[in-house]
């Protein structure tokens, strides 16, 4: 019998642009989604029975159906029943440190990660497109989590095309704990407002994200600018949460206005505002900074920096069954 246990990186956007509505109820995005150092841990072990048990140190996540990683695993579950038959169940327990409700994929990275685990627990042998496929039935992110890195992604999100390693960029963020913002709530607030002004034709459609694949964020990208990279950060959703949340939009004014810092924007639907920063140390100076200026016990500041990496192995252990 084996256990393994799983790094679940958080993911931001550099870019997010809403192109247009879907005919499945979504939009249609062009994203630049970058995976950062901030992860969850997964671990994963069979269980005698069939049963899914999930354990989450953070009291806001659920161990039920209503957690994005219990789907993931009943899926799994679903797909392969001989699996479930020969291994039995699975426990999993999620050790948090990414932010809840907070845009930066913590619900999405944490059922990649059982997605990746059952199919290592069950020896599977998925390729990484299969897993990708089962992986966009649970969610939006849920692909780009599994490989992580630096990404376009269009259509719902779910459609990636790989952009070059970046090197390491070092990134400030700031979260009121208290403050959760709905994914659903953003996207159909936008639509209510700006979905007069979405693109109506197919052609169009392709052309707008065309041009993110050969625009300045990208460029920007591959030359490796940290500079230009910051200037480029674009997020539509800001237009609709910030106005709602006065107090992210003085904390990301606050922040983009520090000495040091490159660029600040919300990530995703926030309400997490990320800053660009070009060291370690510069980091640390802005958070210092940040928290003398904002005293609120309710700010949580994170440093952290972007990876290469999705879900990836930390540890396997081998124990003796029965
Ligand atoms: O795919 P995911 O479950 O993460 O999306 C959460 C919600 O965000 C969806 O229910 C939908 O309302 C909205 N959404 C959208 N268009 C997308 C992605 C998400 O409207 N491309």
Known sequence: ????????????????????DRPDGYHELAMIL?????????DLHSLSGDNIIIHCDHPQVPA???????????????QFPAAL????????????????????????????????????????????????????????????????????????????SPLPN????????????SLEVSTAWAYKTYRQQFGSTYLQDTHSLADRANAVHSGAMVKAIVSQDPTAIAQQLHNDLERVVLPAHPQVSQLRELLATQPGVLGAMMSGSG?????????????????????????????????TQTTVQGIHLASTTHYPSG
């Open 1 to 20: 019998m084996r256990s393994y246990r799983l790094i679940a990186p958080a993911k931001i956007n550099l870019y997010l642009e809403i192109i247009a």
């Open 34 to 42: 970058q995976s950062i150092e901030l992860a969850d841990q997964i």
């Open 64 to 78: 039920d159906q209503s957690n994005l990683a219990y789907r993931a695993a009943e899926l799994m579950a679903r």
């Open 85 to 160: 038959g020969k291994y039995g169940g699975v426990e999993i327990t999620i050790q948090k440190h990414i932010p809840v409700a907070a845009g930066l994929a913590g619900g999405s990275t944490d059922a990649a990660a059982v997605l990746v685990g059952m199919d290592l627990l069950w020896d599977l042998g998925l390729t990484q497109s299969e897993l990708q496929e089962l992986a966009a039935t649970l969610g939006s992110d849920v692909p780009f989590c599994i490989v992580g890195g630096t990404a376009i992604a269009t259509s719902r999100g779910e459609q990636l």
């Open 166 to 177: 970046l090197d390491p960029l070092y990134i400030v963020l700031a979260k009121y704990r």
């Open 271 to 303: 309400p997490t505002v990320l800053a660009i920063v070009p060291s370690p140390q510069q980091a640390a100076a802005v958070k210092l900074q940040i928290q003398q200026l904002i005293r609120d016990q309710d700010l949580e500041l994170f440093i």
